[in-house]
C-alpha cells in the first residue's frame, strides 16, 4: 500500500476529531457531507482470455520479423497482474430519513497503476521462443453512484451499517506495449479496450463513529463490480490472436476508505 491513502487518511482522522471537538450542537438538518479516502484490498476478473495460435506475420509485434510466421501462446490476462490498485477518494451528498435509514449520493475517483509483466511467448519459424512483456499505463476511473445505508443502533456512539449502491463509471481505455524480451526494437504500442461508461453495482459494510455532534467518521469495506469497457480491436492484438469480439471480465474491485462526514 502506498503511503498517499494513509496520508489522507491520517488527515480525515485529525480532521474529524477537531471537528467532534468543536461542534456541540444537535443534529437538526437530515442533510450531510462526506470527504472519502483510501486504498484496495485487491482486484479480481480478467482483461483477456488465454490464447494458442498462429501467427501468419509476426511483423505486427516486431517490424524485424515481417512476414516471418510464428506462433504465440498467451497467459489470461488478469487485472491484478497488470494493474496494482491505486489511491480512490469520493464526496458524498447524504440525506437522512430517520436516525436509521440514509440515501446518498456519490462521486468517486480511482487511480489503477500500470504493471509490467511477462505475459506468455511468441516462437518464429527463424528464431528461438521469446518472452512476450506487456507494460500498462496507469488508468484513472471516475463514478457516480446513488445508493442507501441503513445503521443499527447500538446503545454507543459506534454504530454498524450497511448499504447497496448502483451507478456508472467512466473507466480510461487501457493500453501499454507489447515487446519480446531482449529485442532491441522498439515495442508496439497497443490499446486493450476504449474508454467508455460501464454501470456499476456495490455493497459496503463498517462501523460508524457518530457522537451526536455535527462531524461524525465512517469506516467502510466495499465489494464493487464494475461492466466491461469495449474493445478497441487492435490490430497488433488480433494479428497476435486475441479474440476480436470482447472476452474480458466485469472487474471486482475491494476499496477501503475512511470518510469524515459533516451534518449541516
Not at 49 to 72: C, F, K, N, Q, V
Not at 234 to 239: G, T
Request: charged content about 20%.
Amino acid at each position: 500500500m502506498n503511503s498517499r491513502p494513509v496520508e489522507a487518511i491520517a488527515i480525515l482522522t485529525l480532521i474529524a476529531g477537531a471537528g467532534s471537538a468543536a461542534q456541540a450542537s444537535s443534529q437538526t438538518d437530515p442533510w450531510s457531507l462526506s470527504l472519502l479516502a483510501g486504498d484496495s484490498l485487491g482486484m479480481h476478473g480478467s482483461l483477456r482470455a488465454p490464447i494458442r495460435a498462429a501467427i501468419a506475420d509476426l511483423g505486427a509485434l516486431d517490424p524485424s520479423l515481417e512476414g516471418e510466421s510464428g506462433s504465440a501462446a498467451l497467459h489470461r490476462l488478469h487485472y491484478d497482474d497488470l494493474f496494482s490498485a491505486g489511491y480512490g477518494a469520493g464526496l458524498e451528498l447524504g440525506y437522512t430519513f430517520d436516525d436509521a435509514l440514509q440515501a446518498y449520493g456519490r462521486f468517486g475517483y480511482e487511480r489503477l497503476d500500470g504493471r509490467a509483466r511477462d505475459i506468455g511467448t511468441i516462437a518464429s519459424e527463424s528464431a528461438a521462443a521469446g518472452e512476450l512483456r506487456a507494460r500498462m499505463e496507469d488508468v484513472h476511473d471516475e463514478a457516480l453512484e446513488v445508493g442507501t445505508r441503513y445503521t443499527w443502533r447500538t446503545g454507543t456512539d459506534w454504530r454498524p451499517f450497511a448499504g447497496v449502491a448502483l451507478g456508472a463509471d467512466r473507466v480510461e481505455g487501457m493500453r501499454g506495449t507489447l515487446g519480446l524480451q531482449g529485442d532491441s526494437t522498439a515495442p508496439q504500442y497497443v490499446r486493450f479496450t476504449h474508454g467508455d461508461t460501464v454501470f456499476s453495482q456495490s455493497l459496503e459494510t463498517g462501523v460508524e463513529y457518530d457522537p451526536g455532534n455535527n462531524v461524525g467518521v465512517r469506516l467502510s469495506i466495499e465489494a464493487d463490480h464494475s461492466g466491461v469497457a469495449s474493445n478497441a480491436r487492435d490490430p497488433k492484438l488480433l494479428a497476435l490472436g486475441y479474440d476480436p469480439g470482447n472476452d474480458a471480465q466485469a472487474r471486482w474491485n475491494f476499496p477501503v476508505a475512511i470518510a469524515a462526514t459533516w451534518r449541516f
